[in-house]
């Protein structure tokens, strides 16, 4: 029987690639700020006239932009936590290990989904069972 765990090997590739898209993920979210900060401070620092002067459809697109924006920024937020948990599962070992039939859960899958935390057949089965 093959052992069920990935090897070190594996896991330090595993773990190169969650560090790669944190990364990404953490330029998403300066990116996100800085244009949030900046539409902050835009609105704020206009002077009565120009005030006058936006029109109301610009001042929802705005406004629309701005919601879009902390959205965005919440999923990514969410989606950070999700990768350093996917790390923290690496560093104590049950990275990769389906919580229900203790299976390895395929390579493919833990690429896609590192947070996973069951196989696709156990999940499929809690599906059934609600
Ligand atoms: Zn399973």
Known sequence: MPPKKYSKKKLASFKKSIEAKLDDVEHDLDDIKENLDHNTRGTASMSQDSVYSVHMADAGTDSYER???????NRETDYYKYLTKALERIADGTFGICGICEEL??????????????CVQCKENDKLNI
């Open 67 to 73: 919601e879009k924006g902390y959205h965005f920024m």
């Open 105 to 118: 859960i395929p390579e493919e899958r833990m690429m896609e989904v590192p947070n996973a935390t069951k």
